[in-house]
Every structure is written in C-alpha cells, then in structure tokens.
C-alpha cells in the first residue's frame, strides 16, 4: 500500500456543492405521513407550523439534487469538511485479515459528529425566514451539540430537551450545550405537559427519543417564533447528511476504488443515510452491499414492524410508515443514546424492504469492545454508536479472512466517545449492563485473541 493512501484528504473546494436526494431512486413512491385525525395523508400546512419552510418542501421534493446554500457551504468548511477517509492500516493487521478497511471521519467536527450537516442548513433556514429560537431533542448529545453551536452561529435560541440516562451519562455534554449558549434540561422535564405527565405516572422515568420528541414539539407549539429541529428520520435531514459519501466516492475515485461494503450504524438513520445514499443512487455501486448495523437493545430494523407509527411518544407528529418497535417502546439503558429511537427513516425502512440495505443488530459489550479495538489500533476512541458500525466491519473482515477473501470496507465513524468513557469505564471494570447482564464473557473467538495480544 502506498503510505500516502492512508488518508485520503479533499482540497476545501471539494467540499459537495449540492445535496443528493434518494426519493426519486426509489423503486416504489416513499408512503406519505399520514395525519392521526383524519388518516388522510399530510397537509403541508401542518409541517410548516414545526418546521422552516424550506425544510417542508425539501422534505417533498423530487429533484435529484438540490443546491447547498452558500452560508451552509461555508459554515460546513469552516467546520472541517471536507472530512478525511482513513485507512484502518492497524485495525488491519491487528485482525491479519486481507481486507481493506477505510472509515470516513466525522469526528473531526467541531461537535464531534456528522451532526452538524443537517443543524447548520435547519438553523440556516430558520434564521432566513425570521426565526428566533429553535427546539429539539437528543439523545446522546451529538445532536443538541451540533444544534446548540449552529444557534450559536446564526444568532438564534436554542432550547434542547436530553433524555434523562444520556444527561446523567454524559454531563460535559450538557456543559457543552451551554457552552454554546444553548438552554438544556433533561427529558422527562416539568417544563411541557407532557414531561410532567412521564413524571408522575413513572417517577425517575430514563427517557426515551420519543418522549424528548415529544417535549420538542409541545414546546413549539406553545411558543411563538419557535421552530421545531430534528436531527434524524425525515427526507429533509438525509439529504442535508448527503455531503458524507459524496466526498467518500471522490475520495475513493482518487486511489480507484469501489467498495463491497459500505457500513453504518442506525438510529434513526441519519447518519447511515449519508454515507449510503450517494452510494445507492450511483450505478457503479450496484454490487455494493449496505450494511445498517443497531443494537440488540432498540432493534428496530431487524425486530420491528414495518407500519403506520408516531414518530414520538405523545403521539404529536404525523404517522410515518417505518419499521418501529412502538412509540411507546422503552429501550434498555444502553450508551448508545443516539440509536435508543423506536423507529426508523421511511426512506431507509423503504430500502431495507426492497433489499437493498441489510440490518444487524449487536450487544452493547460486544460494541464497546470493537470500539476498545479500535481505540488500541486507530488512536481513535469512537462514540458508542459508531462503535456498532466498528463492529459490523470487523466481523466481515474476521469472516472474509476465514474464507481467505479480500474485500474493500468502507464505514461511517460518525463520532468520537471523549462524552463517552463512562461507557467504556464500565466495560472495563465489568459492570456494564443494558442489554445484557452483568458479568458476560467482554468479547469471544477472534476478537478476544486480537484484543489479548
């Protein structure tokens, strides 16, 4: 391998000037959000008391692209983009497996993840049509981080709503919000209706996506000049995360290659979306295989059912046909913050069914302990939820090497763990549950020969 291989880096102006949009790619019309009173499809009407309007017909859209507005464009340079896809060069030989590994880095954004794709257009939108404050919620934080300083960036206000395991799991998350400027309270809150409701029929309640979503939304409601923000799940924001493989294929177009896989970790899917659209809409990748990998503990994908279902908890939004778990569903206490959603993007549950996306789902300690892998060979300690895409790349590279096979990888590291050791502390002191009781074996067959090296 020629070393300058090992990271493949795009001048500035390189950075995507356009975003990708799967709907017209799709085999059959995406179902429409359907409205809980009437059952009949949407008004766009409704959408656009939550959302900039921008947003709204975006999210409808049927062009195959759509142009970055420059402001974005610059917020989204200065913010690190376009991000370096890496070669695994000692993941690679930890595993003695004949395959190539790469892993795009969206860790290098000022937040930490590839969230800021998407907050920087939605507050870019808002601020153009005279907002002045923003809601939404988070899971790990990823999200409210990237909200919090794409606020900061245009001048607006922002008020996040964080699942109550995630803000005590990860406090300096919090701290980083406000940092930002950003109002954070955790989720269930006595702030809405609703959070109060949570409080009082379960006390202590750990908080889920859907409840956050739901304080989101009430707080848009009832507030004046307050837009709703949202930072997976609908069209709006896959397209916005499209400037992730539109740089991955360029960059692989510079050393000539085309993957077999491309592999990310799914929530509710925004993240995956932008490293595996661009891919899909492309002909050239017609034998590549797309691989969503989630855990065991919210396993929406692989366990759900694909149906009419609320996007959150209280039952505000529209019905989105997806594969979910329930909006009612209560994932175990898993790290991973960012992947405990009961559903999934319509446009990924839509390409899962026609079989072009294959789901996984992993255990919480086998994740952390790819994600300790990884730590070890790449320097790099990744987010929870970037850690099951480690771990799904791993396991293929493990099998490619039992069949001696090569194959070319490519994954999305969506994030870096720095909010995250307490997640890895327990996997190292032996007390990490969630998904899976205390004391289980920490990894088992290849990776623990790897890992006890």
């Given amino acids: 391998m020629k070393q300058e291989h090992a990271r493949i880096q795009l001048d500035i102006d390189d950075t995507p000037r356009e975003y990708l949009n799967i709907l017209p790619h799709l085999k059959n019309p995406l179902p429409p959000p359907i409205n809980p009173a009437t059952e009949e499809p949407v008004?766009?009407?409704?959408?656009?008391?939550?959302?900039?309007?921008?947003?709204?017909?975006?999210?409808?859209?049927?062009?195959?692209?759509?142009?970055?507005?420059?402001?974005?464009?610059?917020?989204l340079m200065r913010s690190g983009r376009p991000t370096p896809l890496q070669r695994a060069i000692g993941l690679e030989r930890a595993l003695k497996t004949p395959c190539r590994i790469?892993?795009?880095?969206?860790?290098?954004?000022?937040?930490?993840?590839?969230?800021?794709?998407?907050?920087?257009?939605?507050?870019?939108?808002?601020?153009?049509?005279?907002?002045?404050?923003?809601?939404?919620?988070?899971?790990?934080?990823?999200?409210?981080?990237?909200?919090?300083?794409?606020?900061?960036?245009?001048?607006?206000?922002?008020?996040?709503?964080?699942?109550?395991?995630?803000?005590?799991?990860?406090?300096?998350?919090?701290?980083?919000?406000?940092?930002?400027?950003?109002?954070?309270v955790p989720s269930p809150s006595d702030l809405t209706e609703f959070g109060r409701k949570i409080n009082k029929e379960q006390p202590n309640h750990p908080g889920t996506l859907g409840i956050a979503i739901s304080e989101a939304l009430e707080d848009t409601i009832n507030n004046?000049?307050?837009?709703?923000?949202?930072?997976?799940?609908?069209?709006?924001?896959?397209?916005?995360?499209?400037?992730?493989?539109?740089?991955?294929?360029?960059?692989?177009?510079v050393i000539d290659l085309s993957p077999d896989y491309v592999i990310g970790c799914v929530g509710g899917g925004s993240n995956f979306a932008g490293i595996a659209f661009p891919f899909l809409v492309n002909d050239r990748f017609r034998d590549t295989k797309f691989i969503a990998a989630e855990p065991t503990a919210c396993p929406s994908l692989t366990k759900g059912e694909y149906c009419y279902d609320f996007g959150d908890t209280a039952g505000l939004t529209p019905k989105l046909k997806m594969h979910s778990l329930g909006a009612d569903f209560t994932p175990p206490k898993i790290h991973a913050g960012g992947l405990r959603y009961?559903?999934?993007?319509?446009?990924?549950?839509a390409l899962?069914?026609?079989?072009?996306?294959?789901?996984?789902?992993?255990?919480?300690?086998?994740?952390?302990?790819?994600?300790?892998?990884?730590?070890?060979?790449?320097?790099?300690?990744?987010?929870?939820?970037?850690?099951?895409?480690?771990?799904?790349?791993?396991?293929?590279?493990?099998?490619?090497?039992?069949?001696?096979?090569?194959?070319?990888?490519?994954?999305?590291?969506?994030?870096?763990?720095?909010?995250?050791?307490?997640?890895?502390?327990?996997?190292?002191?032996?007390?990490?549950?969630?998904?899976?009781?205390?004391?289980?074996?920490?990894?088992?067959?290849?990776?623990?020969?790897?890992?006890?090296?």
């Fill in 43 to 75: 008004n766009p009407e409704m959408l656009l008391a939550l959302f900039p309007e921008e947003c709204v017909k975006q999210e409808v859209s049927m062009e195959k692209t759509i142009a970055i507005p420059t402001e974005v464009r610059e917020i």
């Fill in 224 to 253: 004046e000049n307050t837009k709703y923000t949202l930072g997976s799940v609908l069209n709006f924001v896959m397209l916005h995360q499209s400037v992730i493989g539109q740089e991955a294929i360029a960059q692989l177009d």
């Fill in 102 to 184: 790469y892993y795009k880095r969206e860790d290098v954004s000022p937040t930490g993840s590839h969230k800021l794709n998407t907050a920087a257009a939605q507050a870019y939108y808002a601020q153009k049509e005279g907002i002045e404050r923003m809601a939404t919620e988070t899971g790990a934080g990823q999200w409210g981080s990237a909200v919090a300083l794409a606020c900061a960036y245009f001048e607006l206000e922002a008020m996040v709503y964080m699942v109550r395991i995630s803000y005590e799991q990860k406090q300096y998350r919090g701290t980083l919000m406000r940092t930002y400027g950003a109002t954070i």
């Fill in 342 to 349: 009961h559903g999934v993007a319509p446009t990924v549950s």
């Fill in 352 to 453: 899962t069914l026609e079989g072009r996306i294959t789901p996984q789902a992993f255990n919480q300690i086998d994740v952390l302990n790819a994600g300790v892998l990884f730590a070890k060979t790449e320097g790099i300690i990744p987010a929870p939820e970037s850690a099951h895409a480690i771990k799904s790349a791993i396991d293929i590279a493990l099998e490619a090497k039992k069949k001696n096979e090569s194959c070319t990888l490519v994954f999305n590291l969506s994030g870096h763990g720095h909010f995250d050791m307490a997640a890895y502390a327990a996997l190292m002191n032996g007390t990490l549950n969630g998904d899976e009781p205390i004391g289980i074996p920490q990894a088992t067959g290849d990776l623990l020969t790897v890992q006890g090296k």
